[in-house]
């Protein structure tokens, strides 16, 4: 791809997240879609699909799952949490119809268990402990690492990452309408929850790169995401292979651009010298008009001077993630 074809937005970057990033807010993900699957063969159905342990999925702990094609490839991001019998999971707005459209093939095999987007629920996410305290009280010493859930009244309160800058963050699920008191935490916008999830290391699929990855290529293994012990699921032998055999070579990044003049979108190349080693996921602009993503990027390139396809003369500047990514490291695998 050459600069002139290169995918960048032009999206001035003083419309997108607030820098400094706020460390207190609440914001509804209006990009988000919850979805309920319910019946008797509920579990059966989702351990056949997805790349967790259903019987992880239990009260206390929603831990994160993939879908992938028979390829191993991810079309599919998503949490797990579990409401009496049934399984709630959340999709992204975009890719949501089609997502259950393609799972509905495989629950017809189900006799009585549906799938159904629950209309009148929604997710609120929480930056910093505030919020999260207000609602929690003491239980809130519960939530102390990504995936613990807390059953409220109000819906189910989860501990998410952290950022790499160490802000704490959560999600609080509510499958149905329910009146908070949270007016005292200020109300940001998608933007700065977006710039919070890159900062977490954690990549959002969408139109353009679905079906792109193998879940370790977005580095979901390391949230808690893929089982490497439970029995077959569609794409599960690529999936299994590629962590036992050591095959993994590239993975999700995050940088910083100090100076962008537009934000490269999902599927720009990332360019060392003329060569292409890797690609956008996600990325925000924020109002000082620098820029975050998230990139899969090809390990033995991480350390060369990487730019943005169409944006040449500015360099990429790594930035923490608040996980380890172990197989960038000269080892063998290990199982988890």
Known sequence: MTGTETPVSATPVYA?????????????????VLVRISGPGTDKFLQG?????LDDVKAGTSPRAAAATPKGRAYCLTRLVRDGNDVLMDLPAELAEPIMAHLRKYMMLFRGTSMAAQTEGHIIALLGNEAASSLAGDGLDSLASPGDTLAL???FLIRTENTG???????????????LELNSIPEKTLADWQASEIAAGVPVLNTTNSDSYVPQMLNWQHLGGVHFKKGCYTGQEIIARMHFLGQLKKSLFRFRIAKADAIPTPGTSIMAGERSVGDVVNAVGFNDGSCELLAVIKHSAADEKLTADGLPEVVLQHQPLPYTVTEREVSAPKDT
């Open 153 to 155: 009244g109000s819906g």
């Open 49 to 53: 699909q997805l790349s967790q342990n």
């Open 16 to 32: 997108s997240a607030e820098f400094p990033p706020p460390v207190s807010g609440r914001i509804v993900l209006t990009n988000r």
């Open 165 to 179: 800058e160490g802000l704490p963050r959560f999600e609080l699920w509510q499958p149905t309408k329910s009146d």
